[in-house]
């Protein structure tokens, strides 16, 4: 049984139609006609235990919309969610003892308390007694480093350490599921490392089921094994991140490094080969695009190489940014 169970899941939001032009505001006031947008069209999937999601998609795709609708915070237009058990925005106590939420926009603690109070704050909320608020309340200053700043009032915390409070805070009470969108948005280098290692360990540590929303590739590459991409509230892909570069982007690039010894600069302009495209070149060095089910890896080499002399040659995989890009540039999946 999958711990989370999605099917045909939609939300519509209705706003009232605007009007431009002279009186336009006043016309906005009186129409009764509204503009319906579908952020989220009928999506399915279904999560089991343990796993660790990444949920993907451009800017307005829907997926915070569905994450809100996941964890009880929105109720859909139709279709059906059941997250252990439960329906989130029915069951509202018995939600939220199962699951963790964390918006990288905004902070769900208290703004004006320091943050070790508002860590105790919750521990009351979620009647933990305290043997159990200890260890947890330990474990996780441990984990995330909070000890320099646990008497610190939220509003003076950075980004970074914002993040680590509020991650702190949705796995105080141990919760089974944990849904966090967004939460690398604006951090630098070093913190994103810092939220990453965390989600990497309560998923496996704690065998927390995790969705992850993110325009962070780099999160899902190096988090995810699965991921589902959304474009325009609708599911495009649901699968491994392998799978994803398998199938939509079947294109490899083989970089070479040219001989400096004579007449680089004209070197190899077209190579007229069918499924091989010269995409970039400077100085003595070229990438090729090639597709291996049109051009083989060893005559594409041997053409290379008839034209111009060469010192090195290497094939580069697709990372996933490289993927989407391609699928982008193509305007959407196949
Ligand atoms: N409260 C709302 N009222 C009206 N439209 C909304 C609301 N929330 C989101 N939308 C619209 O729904 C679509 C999906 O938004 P969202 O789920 O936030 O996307 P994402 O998180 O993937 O960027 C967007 O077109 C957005 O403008
Ligand atoms: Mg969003």
């Known amino acids: 049984m999958p711990i989370i169970e999605v ?48 949920y993907l998609g451009a800017n307005g795709a829907g997926k915070s919309t569905t994450i809100k609708m996941l964890s009880g915070i929105l109720v859909p237009t139709s279709g059906t969610v059941r997250v252990d ?11 939220a003892l199962r699951i963790g939420v964390v918006f990288g926009q905004r902070t769900q603690l208290w ?3 320091p943050l070790g109070d508002s860590l105790k704050l919750i521990g009351k909320l979620y009647r933990l007694d305290s043997v159990r608020y200890t260890r947890n309340f330990n474990r996780l200053v441990a984990l995330l480093g909070l000890d320099e700043f646990l008497d610190r009032p939220v509003r003076q915390l950075s980004l970074g350490q914002r993040m680590r ?14 849904y966090l969108d967004e939460p690398t948005v604006g951090l630098d280098v070093v913190a994103k490392e810092r939220t990453r290692q ?10 927390t089921t995790i969705m992850l929303t993110t325009h ?15 474009s325009k509230g609708t599911v495009l892909f649901d699968g491994s991140v392998t799978e994803l570069k398998r199938r939509y982007a079947p294109y490899r690039q083989l970089e070479v490094t040219l001989d400096p010894g004579d007449g680089v600069g004209d070197a190899i302009v077209d190579l007229d080969i ?8 400077d100085e003595g060095r070229l990438a090729i695009r090639f597709d291996p089910a049109v051009v083989a890896v060893p005559d594409l080499i041997s ?18 940014e490289g993927v989407v890009r391609q699928i982008v540039e193509r305007g959407g999946m196949p």
């Open 216 to 230: 962070d590739l780099a999160d899902v590459e190096r988090l995810c094994k699965r991921i589902i991409f959304i």
């Open 7 to 54: 099917d045909s899941l939609v939300k519509e939001f209705h706003r009232p139609k605007r009007f431009e032009g002279p009186l336009g505001g006043v016309r906005t006031l009186l129409t009764r006609d509204y503009e319906t947008t579908r952020a989220v069209d009928g999506v399915s999937f279904a999560i089991d235990e343990g796993e660790l999601i990444g």
């Open 111 to 113: 703004w004006d308390l």
């Open 274 to 281: 069918d499924g091989a495209e010269v995409i970039a070149r």
């Open 165 to 178: 409070g509020d991650l702190a805070a949705a796995m105080l009470y141990e919760p089974r599921i944990l």
């Open 85 to 95: 058990g439960i329906v989130p925005w029915e069951q509202r106590e018995q939600n």
């Open 303 to 320: 053409a290379v190489i008839a034209r111009h002399p060469v010192t090195d040659i290497s094939i580069v995989e697709p990372d996933l």
């Open 198 to 207: 965390f989600v990497e360990e309560i998923n496996r540590d704690a065998g």
